[in-house]
Structure formats: C-alpha cells, structure tokens
C-alpha cells in the first residue's frame, strides 16, 4: 500500500489549481451526504492520494462540491442510474463506474449490462492494475 502510495504522488502530474486532500472531518461530511460509511481503506485512499493527477482516469474527490469528481454528487448519479446502492462509486469511467464494496473489493459495474465487468481485491490493487496504467 505504502509503495502504491508513493509511486502515485510521485506520477501526480503538475496541473494549474491542485487538488486539496480532505481531511478525517471532510470524510464525516461526505459520509453523511451519502448515508454509508466509507470503507477503512478508501478512507486512506481519499486522505493520501485523492489530490493525485495522472493518466486518463479520474477518481473521486471529497473535497470541492462544486467539482465533477465530487464523491456525493457522483454516488447520486451512479445510484440513480441503478448502480446498487451498497457500492460506492471510486471513478467514472465510460458507461460505468469503478466502485467499493463496504469489504473493500473494487467492482467495475456498466450502466448498458447494469452487472458487474471486473473485479480486484483492494483499492490499492486498482490503482496499480487500472489508473497507473490508463
């Protein structure tokens, strides 16, 4: 974990107006907009690499509402277009969502199959097998 941690910060891309990593505080916000709790290891994710730019992939934020990338207001979309409510979506990607079961694992759901496509064991497992290579 702590090796994906690094290579992600270290890959981050410059960009004009940086992210800004939440704190424990703003993931108390975040999970009361949502109503679920967030999975100890996305947790982490969001805290140490969530202000990371890299690649074609843009996982979600829980920092600025007024972003894309915001985590409660892409739940809200994803939920509404039948991702199940037990998911809580990481990362828009084509007509899906990659997303995080509350044990941790990684789901690659489609909104034209509404089933699940893919699947990896952790977060961090993600983020070396998909965002650090799109």
């Known amino acids: 974990m702590e090796d994906v941690i690094e290579l992600l910060k270290e890959k981050s ?3 004009p107006v940086p992210l800004e ?7 108390v916000v975040v ?3 949502i109503l679920i709790s ?6 982490l994710f969001l805290l140490e690499v969530s202000d990371v730019i890299y690649g074609s992939l843009e996982p979600a934020t829980a920092m600025d509402p007024q972003s ?3 985590l409660p207001d892409m739940a809200a ?3 509404d277009i039948g991702m199940p409510r037990e998911y809580i979506p990481i990362c828009q990607h084509d007509d899906g969502f990659y997303c995080i079961t509350q044990e941790g694992e990684i789901l690659h759901w489609s909104e034209s199959s509404a089933s699940i496509e893919d699947e990896w064991p952790s977060i961090w497992n993600w983020a070396t097998d998909v965002w ?3």
């Open 21 to 27: 990593l939440p704190d424990e505080d703003d993931l």
């Open 31 to 33: 999970e009361e907009e």
């Open 132 to 134: 650090l290579e799109s």
């Open 68 to 70: 894309h990338t915001y």
């Open 38 to 43: 967030l999975p100890d290891d996305y947790k």
């Open 77 to 79: 979309h994803a939920w």
């Open 13 to 15: 891309q410059p960009v």
